[in-house]
């Protein structure tokens, strides 16, 4: 138990004691009850808004209710003061024995260190990326990418059973796009001159392998055969081929993948024409004409009959067909089935989509409230679009996808630690520049540099330890001075930004913490070049130098944690 949540339960018990005795009403909603440090740190080391969450609904004024409080809390053996400000905040001030436990904390715990329980063992299915497969992955899929995948790793680490899933667009009109693409190269290596590309199909050579195969395996038998002869042939190919590229892109960045669905066996399986039969049978589906979009006259539109969705009973602007009037799936038709067929086996739905995606997202919320009965949970999180750069201008790098840079080539440019920990540097609906020159510079301005550095030399103090000759000797953390004690408190806080960045679906606040906790280190390390007396290791007294070698391994340790969570090496050594 962390001590934030140590002090959690001391409020519980102190409310519960209260209740007892009649001095509080029994049964209150504590839910909306933090723990928490003070926004200023001259106020104490843990708040707390009980009084002011529980007044109204005990009928009691707030400054009232905390003053019970205080009285209470005080008395708590680590407590040294408890004072009430403002309407009713209550913050504590707590024994330098505290600090010393969590950092006992830390390194008992290891790698475990922030794990939280709070996600009770529910399943969340996480899906993210499920870019069409048509080509190699672009820098438009890798932001959400490292947004989906961090967040996936950041709720197994609160307690959360994953899925993480990824679904494939393989039944819609691209990818017959593409085979027609495939063979097109598939004439070519055949010794045909195809000339250029026409408009529409896919440029890039990363489908001449593709139709290298097909023309080995088949020679010219469908060189002149109608396309009914090769098309689904080919489509599969294409979609198994750009699959395989798909995945080792996503291994570039470290991404895998528990689960790839089919929209095409989706499909096959009779799931969207499954999912509006329910949807029928419960009035939430029926047959009409949608009105004539904006700006069209009578002469141009005719009103088709449709099976039409009662999205605006969820709050959507307009019912949506679930079908085209050739009788094949809408999108909104297949992504409906699809969203049933997830929430089947799991208690919470995510998905991670770009930008561009956004007109979407209250049409698909609407349509698994239906399906689910309200009973599952689901969010979208839209993930901005990335400018690429090199020292500030606008950046184009060789590329072999005909006209895009491939998520490959950028990860090749600059390594998979630099692209992940940036990615996740900004809100994920926040726009993002992310320039070449600046990921890989040395220097405090570079995130992900500034955190790995910090690591780099914690770990080179065993080795400076070693190299100065230093006898090993048991860390004493009461010699920890005030200064060192706040690096604790630091420390105590990941526990807790674990949790929220969890509850909030918000994995860029780790690397938000990560950089507060690097430049702490740093400011810390530095004194030493100042003062030698503040130096990590002091030459002549063993003791002082294994208690802040205990510090700066409790901070590693945090720093690895964080960096685990975020998919980034904790570097032993920079280059």
């Known amino acids: 138990m962390t001590l934030f949540s140590r002090f959690s339960d001391h409020i519980g018990a102190v409310l519960d004691a209260l209740a007892a005795k009649n001095a509080l009403p029994a049964g209150l909603d504590r839910s909306a009850i933090s723990v928490e440090p003070p926004r200023d740190p001259a106020h104490g080391d843990v708040a707390t808004n009980a009084a002011m969450v529980l007044a109204k609904p005990a009928c009691m004024n707030p400054r009232a209710l905390a003053d019970l409080l205080v009285i209470e809390l005080g008395a708590i053996d680590e407590v040294t003061e408890a004072s009430v400000a403002g309407p009713g905040f209550i913050n504590l001030r707590l024994a330098d024995d505290s600090w010393r436990s969590e950092l006992a904390l830390i390194h008992g715990q290891g790698g475990d260190y922030g794990r939280s329980a709070t996600g009770a063992g529910r399943r969340v299915n996480v899906e993210y990326v499920s870019a069409n497969p048509t080509g190699p992955m672009h820098v438009g899929h890798c932001r959400g990418a490292v947004v989906g995948d961090a967040l996936a790793a950041l709720l197994e680490y609160a307690g959360h059973d994953v899925i993480r899933e990824y679904y494939v667009n393989d039944a819609g009109g691209q990818v017959d796009v593409l085979a027609r693409s495939v063979h097109m190269r598939y004439r070519e290596a055949l010794g045909e001159d195809i000339g250029a590309i026409p408009e529409g199909l896919y440029p890039g050579d990363y489908l001449i392998p593709v139709a290298g195969k097909l023309a080995a395996e088949y020679g010219d038998r469908f060189v002149g055969a109608p396309e009914s002869a090769w098309l689904g042939l080919f489509r599969a190919e294409a979609v198994s081929a750009m ?169 090749d440019e600059v390594g998979k630690d630099a692209v992940r920990f940036t990615m996740l540097t900004r809100k994920a609906d926040a726009q993002m520049d992310f320039d070449f020159a600046k990921v890989v510079e040395a220097s405090r301005d570079n995130p992900v540099f500034y955190v790995q550095y910090a690591h780099a030399r914690i770990a080179s103090l065993k080795r400076k330890l070693a190299d100065a000759g230093i006898a090993a000797a048991a860390p004493n953390p009461a010699r920890l001075d005030a200064h060192e004690l706040g690096l604790v408190k630091l420390l105590a806080q990941f526990p807790r930004i674990v949790e929220s960045a969890a509850a909030a679906r918000e994995p860029h606040r780790i690397a938000f913490y990560l950089g507060e906790v690097a430049a702490a280190f740093h400011a810390w390390w530095n004194m030493g070049n100042d003062r030698p007396e503040a130096r990590v290791i002091i030459a002549d007294d063993s003791e002082l130098t294994a208690t802040r070698l205990y510090l700066a391994d409790g901070i590693g340790q945090v720093i690895r944690n964080g960096l685990h969570l975020m998919g980034v090496e904790a570097l032993e050594e920079m280059v």
């Open 243 to 411: 699959m395989d590229m798909i995945r080792a892109d996503l291994a570039k960045l470290g991404i895998h993948h528990d689960l790839f669905s089919s929209e095409a066996e989706l499909q096959a399986a009779g799931k969207p024409a499954a999912a509006e039969k329910w949807l029928r049978a419960h009035d939430l589906v029926y047959d009409g004409v949608l009105e004539a979009p904006k700006g069209e006259t009578p002469e141009d539109w005719e009103p088709v009959e449709l099976p039409l969705f009662r999205s605006t009973k969820f709050g959507d602007d307009q019912d949506r067909p679930i079908k085209k009037s050739d009788g094949s799936w809408t999108y909104f038709g297949a992504d409906l089935a699809y969203h049933f067929q997830k929430s089947e086996n799991a208690d919470e739905l995510i998905d991670i989509w770009g930008a561009d995606h956004a007109g979407t997202v209250k049409r698909i919320k609407a349509a698994v409230a239906a399906l689910t009965e309200g009973k599952k949970k689901f969010d979208v999180k839209l993930v901005q679009m990335v400018r690429l750069l090199k020292n500030g201008e606008p950046f184009k790098m060789s590329k072999r996808a005909g006209n895009f840079v491939t998520l490959a080539d950028i990860v």
